[in-house]
């Protein structure tokens, strides 16, 4: 597992994010994407995503994500058209912390790293699927490029099943995402349940 000092999750936590004042809370799955779930929950613990921007929301022509967790977002002088290229800088190291791509087949014991399930040659679908509420790694085009930032799925998106990795599932609080517009802040976030479940955190 090519996750050598990163943080992960062993179990479930649970997160809320509070946006325009409305909770959104999140079932984080660590059983099946440790690493990311992992990564998540340190960010949160961290106060990483206080008071960041969705900088990214697309529902037109038809519904797809909100995007946000970009740490430049929270410099309100940086352009959004910026935004979208940043992510954590650990202060430990002082570099930008990348996670591995990480994506469990339903029926497998361990999840596939660094690459997509079809590159892998893997068929069956993953165990976290991009549903409706389904939220997941943004990342460019190289596997192992996601840091911080999120998106949460607006409909079902089976086409981005075994490419991005999902970890995790709006419980409640839909009808707060399908109102957030490009530009509104998260005004918190923090873990309400689960959190002694991080190991190698902060």
Same mark, same amino acid.
């Given at each position: 597992m090519p996750t050598a000092n990163l943080p992960y999750l062993t179990g479930k936590a649970t997160v809320e994010l509070v946006v325009k004042g409305s909770p959104i809370v999140i079932e984080v799955d660590g059983d099946n994407a440790p690493v990311t779930a992992g990564n998540f929950v340190d960010l949160v613990q961290r106060g990483v995503y206080d008071g #960041?921007?969705?900088?990214?929301?697309?529902?037109?022509?038809?519904?797809?994500? %909100?995007?946000? !967790?970009?740490?430049? +977002?929270?410099?309100?002088? %940086?352009?959004?058209?910026? /935004?979208? @290229? !940043? !992510?954590?800088?650990?202060?430990? @190291?002082? *570099? *930008?912390?990348?996670?591995? /791509? &990480?994506?469990?087949?339903?029926? *497998?014991? &361990?999840? =596939?790293?660094?690459? =997509? #399930?079809? &590159?892998?040659?893997?068929?069956?679908?993953?165990? /976290?699927?991009?549903?409706? !509420?389904? %939220? $997941?790694?943004?990342?460019?085009?190289?596997?192992?490029? $996601?840091? +911080?930032?999120?998106?949460? =799925? /607006? @409909?079902? #998106?089976?086409f981005l099943d075994g490419s991005y990795a999902v970890f995790g599932y709006v419980t409640s609080g839909m009808e707060v995402v399908d109102q957030i517009e490009q530009g509104d802040r998260i005004d918190s976030a923090r873990v309400v349940l689960g959190g002694e479940s991080l190991q190698n955190g902060s």
């Open positions: #960041l921007m969705f900088h990214r929301v697309v529902r037109q022509p038809s519904p797809f994500v %909100v995007q946000g !967790g970009d740490p430049q +977002s929270a410099n309100p002088d %940086v352009p959004v058209a910026q /935004l979208g @290229t !940043g !992510g954590f800088i650990d202060p430990a @190291t002082s *570099t *930008t912390r990348y996670i591995p /791509l &990480e994506i469990k087949p339903s029926n *497998t014991a &361990e999840p =596939t790293y660094s690459q =997509t #399930l079809p &590159e892998a040659g893997i068929s069956e679908p993953p165990a /976290l699927r991009h549903s409706r !509420g389904a %939220v $997941a790694m943004a990342r460019s085009q190289f596997p192992d490029s $996601a840091s +911080s930032q999120f998106y949460i =799925t /607006l @409909t079902d #998106l089976d």
